[in-house]
């Protein structure tokens, strides 16, 4: 049996849950702010918002000089939370207003409601500073929600196909994932990761209580961590790329809950590839990646599969384990138009996209035996100068999701 004393453990930074929630919401408030004010720096001349349409369509944008808002509203249906509304948008600027071809920095944001009680919010900044020679990269999450916890192992996630009240428990959860990286030579980057996120699970399924991982560390943790990465980068576009070659190693070295736990380690191998095939806007993409948990890593930081940036299409948290790998191939295709948009771009704002891609979960890569198939489709709307709305549809081995977000899953 599990020890009722799991329910009043602490947080190392803050004596109780509620401490943690406000610090989080003053972060998040905190990050807004900062990312608003360099986006709007602009001459007093510029500062008059204008509301405008693109082309026919009846997306509207709020835009100056240098900043510029498209907000949506959206509903979406997923696995983890059933029927959501979405609302959000997109957010882009130029840090460096000198040098043309620089991409801009841009903010994706969403915060949604389900039919199940599940509350997310997301947001994704990236920042190109002055001739891209310092990035910062984020991802900002807030989730509370009811949740599902099947175990640990491909095993373990395949019974039962569908959660039950076995499976089931309620998950509060948030994170703050930034990586700094720096320019050295041509396309080489090397920086520093940083993460700070916190789990509480409440009204625990048999499942989790029986689980010898849940047992140690119990129901609520908190992590914080400190980590290096080197990159080499030759993309055209970060957040939609039509060529270019992306390798990433990073490692990420966690503290967790009260210090006298273990520590652990995160190593992340990530490898893509963008071909252009004879015009901008057909474009191969692939992508294989692999996150490797070394020493004691606690349950909700086992590596997962069935994001909506991998396999998409299965739920997100089924499959979890000490190593995580997938490989997917991706093709996407903008069509064009007969005549120039008002901006004459002659590519037309609407494409689609299929993917086929299979990973799986292990205690290590020798144990790979099992692979998750997955395949999908989706539809593609450009709200901004390369920079897309996507609806995608992914179909798992016996599930399957919606998704609508901003910008490429890779």
Known sequence: MVSAD??????????????????????????????????????????????????????????????????????????????????????????????????????????????????????????FFKNDKNRVIGDIWIKDMPDNFWGIGYKDGKTPSQPDTTTQYHRYWWQIFLKYSHKFGKNFYAGLLFDYNATTASDPGIRMLTNANFQLYGPDINNVSMGLLAQYDSRDITVNAYKGLFLELSSNFYSTTALE????????????????????????????????????????????????????????????????TFAITEYRHMFMRKSPRKDGEMMSRFGWVTWLAAGSVAKDFSSMHN?????????????????NARVDFGIGEDSNAFYISFNEAF
């Open 261 to 324: 736990k273990p520590s652990y380690q995160i190593i992340i191998l990530d490898y893509r590839q963008y071909q252009q095939i004879k015009r901008p806007g057909r474009t191969l993409a692939w992508q294989v990646k692999t996150r490797i948990g070394t020493g004691e890593v606690p349950w909700p930081e086992l590596s997962q599969i069935g994001t909506p940036m991998d396999l998409r299409g299965y739920r997100w948290g089924r499959y979890r384990d000490r190593q995580m």
């Open 371 to 387: 692979w998750l198939p997955n395949v999908g489709v989706g539809v593609r709307y450009e709200v901004q100068k390369r920079m």
């Open 6 to 127: 799991f329910m009043h453990i602490k947080y190392l930074y803050c004596a109780n849950f509620s401490c943690m929630t406000k610090r989080f919401y003053l972060f998040i408030g905190f990050l807004f702010i900062i990312f608003s004010a360099v986006a709007q720096r602009e001459d007093e001349s510029a500062q008059v918002p204008i509301i405008t349409k693109k082309d026919s369509t009846v997306i509207a944008e709020v835009e100056t000089k240098n900043f510029r808002i498209t907000p949506f509203l959206a509903p979406s249906v997923s696995p983890e939370v059933g029927l959501m509304l979405t609302a959000g948008g997109l957010i882009s600027f130029k840090l460096d207003k000198e040098n043309a071809k620089i991409q801009p920095s841009s903010i994706p944001f969403s915060v949604g409601y389900s039919t199940t009680g599940a509350l997310i919010a997301n947001f994704r900044p990236s920042l």
